[in-house]
Nanobody, 122 residues
Framework: QAQLVESGGGLVQAGGSLRLSCAASGRTFGSMAWFRQAPGKERGFVAAIMWSAGTTYYADSVKGRFTISRDIAKNTLYLQMNNLKPEDTGVYYC?????????????????WGQGTQVTVSS
């Protein structure tokens, strides 16, 4: 069983930056990811990272603006978000799976955090 706790969300103006954190505990991870869910929409993939190798994978909508990273010693996942846009607004969730390989499918992740709200004003 893994426990994931997100933090770092908030209200920011368009063009601003935020850094999300996800503190992980309970078991080892093959890969981790960030997803987001806007009001009235399905949860969508943002970025993923292979825990040991650090290989990353991004949704096209965030490429060049967001960076996913991890601190293995601290068992913490990060999402640095720059040049934020109003369409980035939503609840951001971190997720983990015990298997290696990068995937954007939410059904492939076994453990989820409770989410943190990000609101970008125009």
């Amino acid at each position: 069983q893994a426990q994931l706790v997100e933090s770092g969300g908030g209200l920011v103006q368009a063009g601003g930056s935020l850094r999300l954190s996800c503190a992980a505990s309970g078991r080892t991870f093959g890969s981790m990811a960030w997803f987001r869910q806007a009001p009235g929409k399905e949860r969508g993939f943002v970025a993923a990272i292979m825990w040991s190798a650090g290989t990353t994978y991004y949704a096209d909508s965030v490429k060049g603006r967001f960076t996913i990273s991890r601190d293995i010693a601290k068992n913490t996942l990060y999402l640095q978000m720059n040049n934020l846009k109003p369409e980035d607004t939503g609840v951001y969730y971190c997720a983990s799976r015990p298997y290696y390989g990068l995937t954007s499918g939410s059904g492939n992740y076994n453990y989820w955090g409770q989410g943190t709200q990000v609101t970008v004003s125009s």
